[in-house]
Every structure is written in structure tokens, then in C-alpha cells.
């Protein structure tokens, strides 16, 4: 970018690092320099794109823009276990707009304090909004919780309730800002809670997890595909806020839940017997089906009765 690049990314981006003890070298330098994770961790590597009118409306508040493209990369280190570490920063930028720039900093600022995650460097470039988060975590070895472990008879599970930043997208396009259930419903949109409480103690328990980016069904396929089995998914148990009833009847609710993306929850499958221990410490999650032979996804009601879904989540192509 031109001549106001070093300024720009000295004004906005370098204050970021939190002082955290385990960044020997922060923005400013040809690479970063970090600690070494404790012994016996792993590392966990991701990396997510979010470009304007693609992943969030093009006219959204920097703010939620910046919340956001670090929420959804939070979440690929929860999905596994991990805990954050530190991440960078690659930015693309229709213009140098200084007011548009102080909101996003202060938006990812706000983010990485929250989540005590460092930013320890990236790269600034102009052309349409895009921005790439390439996050890094660390977990005790041989402690992820990958996608392949599901085993026949697992009960499958969903941390809080889905399909409220489906409904959000929905009041944005309809331009309903001033629905009253709006403002629970755009936060969950742009500022995703990451729930590494959860994460953390199902390390161990946990066969298998994913993060619900693309919708519940879609997501859970992938589960299914890597751990070779099929599941049956009671549609009546999956869990849904007073706020996207309200907003859209308990079938469009319910269709924005299984089919909607975004949501950055838990999916996770482990032995039911776990559960009630995991809810003693305070942790939400609902059981909404189990595992079994085979390699369906068959969605049903509370009576038995087979369902079928609207829609089975977001394609990227
Ligand atoms: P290089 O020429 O080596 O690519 P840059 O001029 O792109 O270096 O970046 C200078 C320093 O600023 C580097 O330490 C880089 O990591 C950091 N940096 C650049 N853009 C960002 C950004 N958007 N957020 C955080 N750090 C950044
Ligand atoms: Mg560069």
C-alpha cells in the first residue's frame, strides 16, 4: 500500500499484542518471534477469509466486522480443543478511511482481550474489503478433538441454541433493525461467544467436534464422513432461542437451526453418561440424537416420524 502503510499499521495494529509474556517479538519486524508452547502441547493451526458482502453485509459497523473475523477463527481452536495462542492479521482495504479503522481496531482489540490472544503481525494491502485471520493455539499432545472419532451408540450434542445468526441475516436483508429482538440476534451474528469452558473440559470426554460455521446438518455431515457412521437427529430436541421463535414461528426457526450457518457452536459426540457432569459445572448443551451404523443423517420427530430439512446448509460454490 502507499506511503501511510508503517503509520497506519503503527497507529492501529501494533498496540494489539497485550503484552503477553510469550511474544518475543510483535508487529514491526520481518516475522514475529513467539515462545515455544508449553511442554508436551501442540500446536493448532487455522486460518479464515471474510470478505465484505460475502461473510458479513458489506455496510456492517468495523466494529462487528473485526469481532466477528476473529470470532469465527476462535472457533476453528475451540472445535478442536485448543486453547488461543496468538494470530495475525492480513487486511485488504478499499481506502485508508481513519474513522472506519479505529472502529475495527477497537472491535478487535475488544475481541483479543476478551480471548487474552495476542495479534503479533500480518500484512496491509489495498483493494476491495477482505480479511484473513491466521490464528494459532495450543493443546496438550494428543488431546484435539478431531472430527474422526465418532463411534456407533455415541449420543450426538449441541452447545447453546442454533440457527440465531440465520434469523439475524434475515433482519439485516429485510433491513427489521428495529425488531425488538434484534439486538440478542445481530450479537450472536457478529460476536459469536467462543466457549473454551466447554472446549477445554470435553478434552478426554469428547469422541468427536466441529463448530457449526456452515449449519448444523451440513457441519455434522462432516463428522459423519470422517468417522464413517450415520446419525438420527430428533428435529424436536435441537435447541432454539425465545428470540428466533418469536422472530420467525417454530418452523422457520426451525429450518434456520438445522440449515443456517454461522452460528460458531459445538457439535460434539461423546457416551452419554458424561453429560450430567458437564452440566454441573454449568456448561449448556442438549442432546439431539445419536450415532449409529451406517452413513445417513435421518431427522425425525419427537413421534418417530421421519423429517424432511428445508435446505442442508451453505455451499460455498
Ligand atoms: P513485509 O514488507 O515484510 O511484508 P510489512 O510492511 O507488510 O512487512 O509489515 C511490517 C510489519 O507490520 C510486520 O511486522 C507485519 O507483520 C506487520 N503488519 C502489517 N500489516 C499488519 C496488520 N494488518 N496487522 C498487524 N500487523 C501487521
Ligand atoms: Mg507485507
Redesign the pocket.
Known amino acids: 500500500m502507499a506511503l501511510s ?2 503509520g497506519l ?1 503503527q497507529d492501529y ?1 501494533a498496540d494489539l499484542d497485550l503484552g503477553c509474556a510469550h511474544v518475543i517479538q510483535g ?4 516475522c ?1 518471534l513467539l515462545a515455544a508452547p508449553r511442554p508436551g502441547c501442540e500446536l493448532a493451526i487455522s486460518t479464515d477469509t471474510l470478505i465484505g458482502g460475502v461473510h458479513f453485509p458489506g455496510q456492517a459497523p468495523a466494529n462487528c466486522i473485526a469481532e466477528r473475523a476473529l470470532a469465527v477463527n476462535l472457533s476453528d481452536l475451540n472445535a478442536m480443543g485448543a486453547e488461543p495462542y496468538a494470530f ?4 485488504t482495504l478499499p481506502a485508508v478511511d481513519t474513522d472506519w479503522l479505529a472502529d475495527f481496531a477497537r472491535g478487535l482489540g475488544k475481541q483479543a482481550l476478551a480471548y487474552n490472544i495476542p ?1 503479533v ?4 494491502t489495498r483493494g476491495p474489503l477482505s480479511i484473513t485471520i491466521h490464528i494459532i493455539g495450543q493443546l496438550p499432545q494428543g488431546q484435539a478433538l478431531l472430527r474422526s472419532g465418532a463411534s456407533v451408540g455415541d449420543s450426538i450434542y449441541v452447545s447453546g441454541t442454533l440457527g440465531d445468526a440465520a434469523a439475524a441475516l434475515q433482519l439485516i436483508k429485510a433491513g427489521e433493525l428495529h425488531n425488538s429482538d434484534a439486538a440478542y440476534l445481530l450479537h450472536r451474528f457478529y460476536a459469536p461467544e467462543i466457549d473454551f469452558v466447554l472446549s477445554t473440559a470435553l478434552r478426554g470426554i469428547a469422541t468427536s467436534a466441529i463448530d457449526v460455521s456452515d449449519g448444523l446438518l451440513a457441519d455434522l455431515r462432516h463428522i459423519l464422513n470422517s468417522s464413517r457412521v450415520g446419525a438420527v437427529i430428533n428435529v424436536d430436541d435441537v435447541p432454539l432461542s425465545p428470540e428466533i421463535l418469536r422472530v420467525g414461528g417454530e418452523q422457520q426457526a426451525l429450518a434456520w437451526a438445522l440449515g443456517g450457518g454461522d452460528d460458531y457452536r459445538l457439535c460434539f459426540t461423546m457416551a452419554a453418561k458424561y453429560a450430567s457432569a458437564l452440566r454441573r459445572q454449568g456448561l449448556q448443551l442438549t442432546c439431539i440424537g445419536e450415532i449409529v451404523a451406517g452413513d445417513g443423517l435421518r431427522c425425525q420427530t419427537a413421534d418417530g416420524a421421519q423429517y424432511q430439512p428445508e435446505r442442508s446448509g451453505y455451499l460455498h460454490f
Open positions: 502503510e508503517f499499521i495494529f508487529v514491526g519486524d520481518d514475529a495475525t492479521l492480513s487486511i495479534l503481525g500480518g500484512d496491509t
